[in-house]
Structures are given as structure tokens and as C-alpha cells.
């Protein structure tokens, strides 16, 4: 059963291309309704649960959420420019190859031989993965250049932060539970900066800011859902379950949003999609 439950942050996750795909609106549109709908969520699981937090660790939360918005609003802004069907499968290698080299270095995770041979192996991996679902033989639809692939891995730093975010000394030991609220508002607050910053507060005007709150609903749950998985199964195999979003949001950018794919790119989009899969479920055994 906990395994089951262990899928639903992958669907979660998986489903927030898709949703916001269907709703429409702009970026800014976007990411204020992942804001405001996971803030609903972590006040919901604030008054059920009552954790306490100290205001160090809930500042260092907040703060954290608010930089996650800038991998949120590059994944959000590059599903309008190349796809979602294109933009998932790169957004998840980059935060993957980030995500483990932060490891490597700052905290010191592959430490023998053998863990360092199966990681850099799996991201090896991941990354010809992610170069195949990036395959396109045809003049029409999206195209991705390479100004396209540096946005979005320059923007993946905010994920970057959010991923190392539990390993900081200073909010190593406090309950997940307990900061999972301040990081929430921290996205909301980051959602009105961006807003802000860009000239776009007129965006509070328009229909799609609160029609988005539901995409916001779907991605607050599955954080939520992945904190209680993790303490059931571990990280780990928690975060090798959430990889499976890769399926749910480029499969679904394709038969959902009909964003046209050739039989060759399909091709190499389920071979790049499968490589992703073992790749991450290979960094687990490193």
C-alpha cells in the first residue's frame, strides 16, 4: 500500500504541465497558482498536524521556497517556448545532474570508487536520455535551440536549492513536516516577486492567476504526500518513484496537449524517456 502511495507525488508532479497546459495563462499566471494553491495545502497540513518550527529554520524555508520559483517559472516559461513533451525530460535530467554533483561536492555522497563509477554511469545515462527526447526531424513545431537549453538550466539552479535545501546543517535535524509551510509561502511570496519584478501585477486581474490555483492544489498535495512516503520507504526510493512524473508530463504533453511528435522522435523520446528512468534509478544504488 505504501508503495502506492508512494506514486502519487509522481502524479502529482507529472500532472502540473499538463494542467497548466489546459488552464493557459502566462507564466506569471502560472506560478502565482503553484503558490497559492501548495500555501492552501501547507496551511491545511499546519492546522492538522501542528508541528513546531523555529523562526531560523522557517526563515531559511521561506526563502528556500522563494528561490524554487526561479526552476518553476524557466520549466513554465519553456513549456510555451519548446513543449512540455520536450521541456520535462530536460528539466529532469539538469535537476538530476545538479542535484547529484551538489551531493558529490558539497556534502560528500559518493565517496568509493564504486559509488562514483555507478553515478557519473547513471548520469551518463540521463543525460543521452534526455539528448534523445530532444530528437526532431521536421521543419514544423517546436524546436529547441541551444539559447532554449541554457535558459532552462540556468533557471534549474532555484530547483538546485530546493533539493539541498534539507541537507543544510541548520534545518538537517527539524521536521519536514514543520518547515513545509514556510517553504509553501515561500513560493507564493516568490510567485508575487517575480510578478512584481516583471511589471505583471496586473496579471491579479486575470481569470487564469486563480484558475491556476488548482495546479497549485496538485503540486502542494504531492510535495506533502512525498515528505510522509519518504519517512515510510526513505529518500531514496521516495525520490526514484517521483522520476516517474518524467512519463506522466512528456507523455502527457503529447497525447493530452497534442503536441505533435514524428514516429522517429516518438521513437527516441520513449528510448530518452526509459534511459532517464534506469539513470535515476541507478544514482539510488551509488
Known amino acids: 500500500m505504501i508503495y502506492l502511495i508512494a506514486l502519487i507525488p509522481a502524479l502529482?508532479?507529472?500532472?502540473?504541465?499538463?494542467?497548466s497546459g489546459k488552464v493557459g495563462g502566462s507564466a506569471a499566471n502560472q506560478i502565482f497558482g503553484i503558490g497559492a494553491g501548495a500555501s492552501i495545502i501547507g496551511l491545511v497540513s499546519f492546522l492538522i498536524f501542528r508541528p513546531h518550527v523555529a523562526l531560523i529554520p522557517f526563515l531559511f524555508a521561506l526563502v528556500c521556497g522563494a528561490l524554487w520559483t526561479i526552476g518553476q517559472i524557466g520549466a513554465f516559461i519553456s513549456y510555451q517556448r519548446i513543449g512540455v513533451?520536450?521541456?520535462?525530460?530536460?528539466?529532469?535530467?539538469?535537476?538530476?545532474?545538479?542535484n547529484s554533483i551538489i551531493g558529490v561536492l558539497a556534502f560528500h555522497e559518493w565517496r568509493t570508487p564504486r559509488q562514483l563509477t555507478i553515478g557519473f554511469v547513471a548520469l551518463a545515462l540521463v543525460v543521452f536520455g534526455a539528448l534523445c527526447t530532444s530528437v526532431t526531424n521536421r521543419s514544423g513545431g517546436h524546436?529547441?535551440?541551444?539559447?532554449?537549453?541554457?535558459?532552462?538550466?540556468?533557471?534549474?539552479v532555484g530547483y538546485w536549492v530546493y533539493s539541498a535545501f534539507p541537507k543544510i546543517p541548520v534545518v538537517r535535524h527539524v521536521d519536514s513536516v514543520g518547515v513545509f509551510l514556510p517553504e509553501m509561502l515561500g513560493i507564493l511570496l516568490g510567485a508575487i516577486i517575480y510578478e512584481a519584478a516583471t511589471h505583471q501585477l496586473g496579471a491579479f486581474k486575470q481569470k487564469a492567476q486563480y484558475t491556476n490555483i488548482w495546479n497549485g492544489l496538485s503540486w502542494g498535495l504531492a510535495a506533502l504526500i512525498y515528505i510522509f512516503a519518504a519517512r515510510q520507504i526513505g529518500v531514496t526510493q521516495a525520490f526514484v518513484f517521483?522520476?516517474?512524473?518524467?512519463?506522466?508530463?512528456?507523455?502527457?504533453?503529447?497525447?493530452?496537449?497534442?503536441e505533435e511528435k514524428t514516429r522517429l522522435e516518438m521513437r527516441f523520446t520513449v528510448i530518452g524517456i526509459f534511459l532517464i528512468i534506469i539513470g535515476s534509478i541507478m544514482t539510488s544504488f551509488a
Open 12 to 19: 502529482g508532479f507529472g500532472l502540473v504541465p499538463i494542467i
Open 85 to 98: 513533451a520536450n521541456t520535462v525530460p530536460l528539466s529532469t535530467t539538469f535537476q538530476l545532474i545538479g
Open 143 to 156: 524546436h529547441i535551440h541551444i539559447s532554449d537549453i541554457l535558459f532552462l538550466l540556468v533557471t534549474t
Open 242 to 258: 517521483t522520476q516517474l512524473n518524467v512519463i506522466i508530463g512528456t507523455l502527457g504533453g503529447i497525447f493530452i496537449l497534442h
